[in-house]
């Protein structure tokens, strides 16, 4: 079973308006959440992150926000540009295994496409 | 070169051919990851090194077999695939458990 779900698999919004990204997550140990970004023939390339004792977190035109009583976070773009149009994949971990690796959780991703 | 580099971009191999995946980060970081996507499925996470001791996965059938003879470097070594391994394997590193750093990935195709 899924323990991070993106229900929503493509995402159209027009270019200067709010992309809004969401993920689920079930499981409760999850205490770092982060967001990539995927361009096809690339690897994800990480974009923000947020640790379980925030709310929020900002960075120029991306803001992550996470509702842990819900067991959800989202991703806010704005404005949103063509360049935006990726896949965008949302991840979750646990507290660092091994003295220093996290074992990430992938969503299955949300396809965003950007319109001009 | 700088970030994480992953060779071959593309490889297409028989069911009884062997072949090896080759990462190389240049971050100085001390963690390294392999993973797997396949179509429309989420990264599923293969194998783990940190501080080049093997994290065990139990999931991941023995026809992969990573290697990491040091910090930098980190391979997959594959042995008679099946056509359900046809994914891209993606390589990853890290610092102090901090956000991961991808590769571009290899295109594995099993015929």
């Known amino acids: 079973d899924q323990q991070v779900k993106q229900n929503s698999p493509s995402l159209s919004v027009q270019e200067g308006r709010i992309s809004i990204l969401n993920c689920d997550y079930t499981?409760?140990?999850?205490?770092?959440f982060l967001w990539y970004k995927k361009y096809p023939a690339e690897g994800p390339t990480f974009l923000i992150s947020?640790?379980?004792?925030?709310d929020k977190n900002e960075d120029g035109r991306f803001t992550v926000f996470l509702n842990k009583s819900a067991k959800h976070l989202s991703l806010h773009i704005v404005p949103s540009q063509p360049g935006d149009s990726a896949v965008y994949f949302c991840?979750?971990?646990?507290?660092?295994?091994?003295?220093?690796?996290?074992?990430?959780?992938f969503g299955s991703g949300t396809q965003l496409t950007v319109l001009p | 070169e700088t970030g994480v580099t992953q060779t071959p971009r593309h490889l297409v191999m028989g069911m009884t051919n062997k072949k090896s995946l080759k990462c190389e980060q240049h971050?100085?970081?001390?963690?390294m990851y392999w993973y797997k996507q396949s179509a429309k499925k989420p990264l599923e996470l293969m194998f783990v090194?940190?501080?080049?001791?093997?994290?065990e996965n139990n999931s991941v059938p023995s026809r992969f077999s990573p290697e990491c003879p040091n910090s930098s470097h980190l391979f997959l070594h594959l042995h008679t695939l099946q056509p359900e391994d046809s994914a891209l394997y993606l390589c990853?590193?890290?610092?102090?458990?901090?956000?991961?750093?991808f590769g571009p990935g290899t295109r594995l195709t099993v015929l």
């Open positions: 499981n409760s140990m999850f205490d770092y």
């Open positions: 990853a590193s890290s610092d102090r458990g901090d956000e991961q750093f």
């Open positions: 971050l100085g970081h001390n963690a």
């Open positions: 947020i640790s379980s004792i925030k």
């Open positions: 991840a979750a971990s646990e507290y660092p295994f091994s003295g220093s690796a996290r074992q990430l959780t």
């Open positions: 090194y940190s501080l080049e001791e093997r994290v």
